[in-house]
């Protein structure tokens, strides 16, 4: 039910808060802790769903290359070697 937690822990561990909290509080205090878990996990949906959304943002940008721009390769942004005879015959000297 409860991962490990069997049904005589539950059992104790209600025994116990009935102790501790009396049975006047314990009603409010598992209205509490219902409220508390239910905005926790409502958190962590929406912190999972803006982590998605913004990985498939990221995704979507590497994929597609921004309007007005050409993807650069590897040749397009290394200038070729310019060898030593075509560097002189460039610069007019000999």
């Known amino acids: 039910m409860f991962g490990s937690i069997g049904m005589s822990e539950l059992l104790i561990i209600f025994v116990i808060a009935l102790v501790v909290f009396g049975p006047r509080k314990l009603p409010e205090l598992g209205r509490s ?3 508390s878990l239910g905005e926790f996990k409502r958190a962590s949906n929406d912190l999972r769903n803006t982590l ?3 990985i498939h943002v990221e995704d979507q940008g590497k994929r597609e290359p921004q309007a007005g721009t050409a993807p650069v390769t590897a040749a ?4 070729a070697p310019v060898a030593d005879d075509q560097q002189h015959d460039q610069s007019g000297t000999v």
């Open 33 to 35: 802790l219902g409220k």
């Open 52 to 54: 998605e959304e913004e």
């Open 76 to 79: 397009a942004a290394v200038p």
